[in-house]
């Protein structure tokens, strides 16, 4: 009997430095000590065989929100005494050598493992296989389009048509390889199902067959019903959340086995009102296709994709999906549905995801407090404030590494952006005269969202925030604020195709405004006498961060965080404030 709880938790992870997690354990069986006579091996080999086939399908039916089953590396399944060649002739007739086909499985945890499976055509079979026996140095698979004989290892009294070899035997529990039918069989099915069998002969360290050959993993070769089109066989590799850089969030399974409790950790991709799968054979020929939203084994939620949801990159398909409005906040499985003409709906592997109603935020520029007064000849300070904001979530790299982008002119290095999704504004603030110490401003100066309107809450890693202050003399803010906007996106899309790391993105961008600003005041200066007295840098660019316990915070119900930075230079000092908060 099987004890299951469940339990969720947040944690703040560098979305660069993530790994995945699926360490799992596995029960052993324990081994015995002794074996008196080679009768009681015997009957103790019966037992262990019968006890590991009911203890994995006892496993597999297992609750379906328990997540054991990892990478095939890793897992084991028990310990089984080796049988010595003098016990041989006892066990002959125990058919130990197991083989299993993966086929797509109800279960949203994991794919089934079975002897029979249908192909439409002639694909890369993923097989498992378990020696549980005489000890074996290597392995050999054999396909045939007639039933072996159990008696005869070497396949001849069957029609085989191919063999090859397994040379890792695995020490415990299964192991794992492919078979690529396309090597072996016509690219288009017979008009009438042929069936094809398959199964595995064990080999010593002398390369003799040992012990009894697999049961055979029957195949039905037919055709797929869709009048010659090719058969759907869709795989998801991997979900991209809309929200899910810099948290990562794990589900928590404790399972009860005996007297024992295994705990288990599977990441969850955060998703808020859409995000994106990325697979194989899950658009191509305009299929129609749907995902669904899967908890506790039933389907919650299907969404109709129309095709202007697909888009192909580098032999992928990616797929931009909407979260349903109605669906509750909670964790689900996603997998992809098609369906070609009138053929039977064909569905994907399963992803974990966890639905995060992601709050929409302001982060806003409140008030600006003088400290104290430049040493400006002037009685009192003129300043003003010029914000950058580049919004890098929805950048697609694979663009920007197929482009050109060194020499680029304002009007390129725009078109590129919006080309790669790179969204970017270059903000300021009136100027504020008659500035005295102790006094304050309120510019309400919206850094995000861009068009002035609260926006989903940014990842840390795609937004970047740089804020600079100025003393106005006779330049004009306004054209200080075009030449920054103009310089910083000619050099981050330069950055960018460069391959810089965000990082090292914020600094060279620190460097650009400095510069822009000093470039800016003297364009905007005008000419004469005037033109001598150019507005002055207060400091230097700052970058107002973003970090992912600010996130946490405000997806936990935070309504508004407060932030700060100062200036100084020319004998004067300010302090700035900012504050981020939801729907503001």
């Not at 002794?34 to 009957?43: E, F, K, N, P, Q």
């Not at 970017?424 to 304050?440: C, H, I, L, P, W």
């Not at 995000?448 to 795609?462: A, I, Q, T």
Request: contains cysteine; hydrophobic residues 40%; glycine residues 8%.
């Amino acid at each position: 009997m099987y004890a299951t709880t469940h339990h969720y938790r947040i944690e703040a992870m560098s979305a660069l430095r993530r790994s995945e997690r699926n360490a799992t354990t596995w029960p052993v069986l324990a081994r015995h000590d002794s074996l008196r006579t080679s009768i009681v091996v015997a009957v103790a080999i019966v037992l262990v065989a019968g006890y590991l086939m009911a203890s994995a399908a006892s496993l597999a039916r297992a609750d379906d929100k328990i997540i054991l089953r990892r990478a095939p590396t890793a897992r084991t399944s028990g310990t089984v005494r080796k049988i010595s060649p003098g016990q041989l002739n006892i066990a002959k007739n125990i058919k130990l050598l197991t083989l299993e086909v993966q086929t797509p499985g109800t279960n949203p945890d994991f794919p089934a493992w079975k002897m029979a499976k249908t192909i439409n055509e002639p694909e890369k079979l993923q097989l498992r296989w378990s020696p549980n026996g005489p000890a074996l140095a290597s392995a050999q698979w054999q396909l045939a389009t007639s039933p072996f004989d159990a008696k005869d290892a070497s396949g001849s009294s069957a029609d085989m048509i191919a063999s090859g070899k397994i040379g890792s035997v695995p020490a415990k529990g299964y192991g794992y390889f492919q078979v690529a039918l396309a090597d072996h069989l016509p690219a288009k099915a017979p008009a009438s199902p042929q069936k094809l069998y398959l199964r595995l002969v064990g080999f010593d360290a002398e390369g003799k067959a040992a012990g009894v050959p697999s049961a055979s993993v029957v195949l039905t070769y037919q055709a797929s019903g869709n009048f010659g089109q090719k058969f759907a066989f869709p795989a998801i590799e991997k979900v991209v959340g809309s929200t899910d850089h810099g948290i990562e969030l794990k589900r928590a399974v404790s399972t009860k086995v005996g007297s024992k409790w295994m705990t288990t950790f599977k990441p969850l991709v955060l998703v808020g009102e859409s995000f994106l799968i990325v697979g194989t054979d899950i658009g191509e020929y305009k299929p129609n296709i749907r995902v669904d939203f899967v908890q506790d084994n039933a389907v919650k939620a299907r969404v109709q994709l129309p095709a202007s949801a697909v888009s192909f990159n580098f032999g992928k398909t990616v797929l931009s999906v909407p979260v349903p409005s109605d669906l509750p906040v909670g964790d689900y499985y996603v997998r992809v549905g098609v369906r070609y003409d009138a053929s039977s709906w064909t569905n994907s592997n399963t992803k974990p995801i966890y639905v995060q109603r992601v709050p929409n935020v302001t982060v806003t520029l409140t008030k600006i407090h003088c400290i104290e007064e430049t040493d400006e000849s002037s009685a009192s300070d003129e300043i003003y404030v010029v914000a950058f904001t580049a919004d890098m979530g929805g950048i697609s790299q694979d663009v920007i590494d197929g482009l050109g982008l060194l020499g680029l002119s304002e009007d390129d290095a725009k078109s590129v952006a919006s080309k790669v999704g790179l969204k970017q504004m270059t903000k300021v603030t009136n100027v504020y005269e008659d500035f005295d110490k102790g006094e304050d401003r309120h510019p309400n100066l919206k850094l995000w969202g861009l068009n002035n309107k609260p926006r989903p809450l940014p990842n840390p890693e795609d937004v970047i925030f740089l804020v600079a202050m100025m003393e106005n003399d006779n330049s004009s803010h306004t054209v200080v604020r075009d030449t920054v906007d103009a310089m910083i996106i000619v050099r981050l899309v330069n950055l960018l195709g460069a391959g810089f790391d965000s990082s090292d993105i914020v600094d060279e961008l620190r460097q650009t405004m400095f510069g822009a600003l000093n470039t800016g005041a003297l364009a905007g200066a005008g000419s004469g006498i005037e033109a001598l007295n150019i507005d002055e840098r207060l400091g230097y660019p700052t970058e107002l961060t973003l970090t992912v316990q600010d996130r946490i915070s405000l997806l936990q119900g935070t309504s508004s965080i407060g932030k700060q930075m100062t200036f100084e230079g020319s004998g004067g000092k300010y302090k700035l404030y900012f504050r981020m908060g939801i729907g503001e």
